[in-house]
C-alpha cells in the first residue's frame, strides 16, 4: 500500500512539474505575442535577439515566481485589454525578482 501511495505522490509531482512548464510556456507566448504587437504598434521591428531576450526574461521569471505569473496571466484574461494586463503585471513581477535579487 505504501508504494501505492509514493507511486501516486511521485506522478502527481512530475504531473504538476510539466503542467506548470506548460503553463510558462503559454503565458510567455501570449506575452510574448503582446509585446511583439505592441512594439510593431510603436513602430520598432523587434530582432531576433530582441524576442530571444524577451522569451528568455519571462520564463526565468515563470519559472521563479509561477503562482504570480500564472495569477497574473488568469487576471489578465478578464481585463478589458489584455496585453496590456499582462505585459504590467509579468513586467513587475520580473522588476520585484531583480530588485529582491540585490539584497
Known sequence: ???????LILGATIFAFHLQAEDCKVICDKYESCTV?????LGKTPTAADIKKLQQGCMNTCKKHT??????YTKSLSASNTCA??????????????????K
Open 37 to 41: 504587437d505592441h512594439w510593431t504598434k
Open 67 to 72: 503562482e504570480t505569473i500564472n495569477s497574473c
Open 85 to 102: 494586463a499582462l505585459h504590467t503585471c509579468v513586467t513587475d513581477a520580473a522588476k520585484r525578482k531583480n530588485k529582491n535579487k540585490g
Open 1 to 7: 500500500m505504501k508504494q501505492i501511495l509514493i507511486m
